[in-house]
C-alpha cells in the first residue's frame, strides 16, 4: 500500500527558506522507475509542477521556479526534501508531494498523492 | 516552456451526456500526456497515462487519444461523480507542465 504524506509549516514570512518534507512508503526510491514530485496549487488556481527527483538521483525543476528550488532525496528514511528560497505572498498554496513512475524511458505518470499541506505566505 | 492548453475552460453537461476536452501542446510532445480528475479539497486522480492508456480501475468511459500537439480526453456517458476539474499533464523532457484546467459542471 503506497501512502505519501507531506510535512511543513503552515506559515512563512516573505524572504525566508521554505522547507518541505514528503514521507512515503509502500515503494523504495532506489527502485529502477520510481521518483517523487512536488505540485502546488493556490487557491482556486490550477496545478503547478514544481520538480521531481528520481531513482537514480536525477531532478528535474520547474524552469521558473529553478533557481529557488532545491530537491533532495534520504532514501533509507523515505523522504524527499523540497526546498524554497525567497518566498513571497504568490507562494501560498497547497502543496502536493506524489509517486511518479517512469513507464517508459520518457513517459512518468504521478500515480498516488498525498493529501497536501497549505502554506501561507504571509508577515 | 512547454504550454499547455487546455478548451474549454469549462462546460456544462447533464447526466449521460457525452463530453471531449481538448489539451494543445505549444510543441510536440510525442504521446507524453496524463489525464487527472480533481475534485474540491483533494489530490488530483490519475485517469489516463501516455495518452491514451487507461489507469488501473478507471472506468471504461473515459479515453483519451491523441499524439504531437493535440489530444482530448473523452467521457463517452458522464455520470455523477464525474463532475470535476480535469488536468493535461505533459511529462515530455525535464520541465514539465499542467494545463490550466477545465471544470465540468451540472447543466
Known amino acids: 500500500q503506497v501512502t505519501l504524506r507531506e510535512s511543513g509549516p503552515a506559515l512563512v514570512k516573505p524572504t525566508q527558506t521554505l522547507t518541505l518534507t514528503c514521507t512515503f512508503s509502500?515503494?523504495?526510491?532506489?527502485?529502477?522507475?520510481?521518483?517523487v514530485s512536488w505540485i502546488r496549487q493556490a487557491p482556486g488556481k490550477a496545478l503547478e509542477w514544481l520538480a521531481l527527483i528520481d531513482w537514480d538521483d536525477d531532478k528535474f525543476f520547474s524552469t521558473s521556479l529553478e533557481t529557488r528550488l532545491t530537491i533532495s532525496k534520504d532514501t533509507s528514511k523515505n523522504q524527499v526534501v523540497l526546498t524554497m528560497t525567497n518566498v513571497d505572498p504568490v507562494d501560498t498554496a497547497t502543496y502536493y508531494c506524489?509517486?511518479?513512475?517512469?513507464?517508459?524511458?520518457?513517459?512518468?505518470?504521478?500515480?498516488?498523492w498525498g493529501q497536501g499541506t497549505q502554506v501561507t505566505v504571509s508577515a | 516552456d512547454i504550454q499547455m492548453t487546455q478548451s474549454p475552460s469549462s462546460l456544462s453537461a447533464s447526466v449521460g451526456d457525452r463530453v471531449t476536452i481538448t489539451c494543445r501542446a505549444s510543441?510536440?510532445?510525442?504521446?507524453?500526456l496524463n489525464w487527472y480528475q480533481q475534485k474540491p479539497g483533494k489530490p488530483p486522480k490519475l485517469l489516463i497515462y501516455g495518452s491514451s492508456t487507461l489507469q488501473s480501475g478507471v472506468p471504461s468511459r473515459f479515453s483519451g487519444g491523441g499524439s504531437g500537439t493535440g489530444f482530448t480526453l473523452a467521457i463517452s456517458s458522464l455520470q455523477p461523480d464525474d463532475f470535476a476539474t480535469y488536468y493535461c499533464?505533459?511529462?515530455?523532457?525535464?520541465?514539465?507542465?499542467f494545463g490550466q484546467g477545465t471544470k465540468v459542471e451540472v447543466k
Open positions: 510543441q510536440s510532445i510525442n504521446t507524453n
Open positions: 509502500g515503494f523504495s526510491l532506489s527502485t529502477s522507475g520510481m521518483c
Open positions: 506524489a509517486r511518479t513512475y517512469a513507464y517508459d524511458t520518457t513517459g512518468y505518470y504521478d500515480d498516488y
Open positions: 499533464q505533459q511529462t515530455y523532457g525535464t520541465h514539465w507542465t
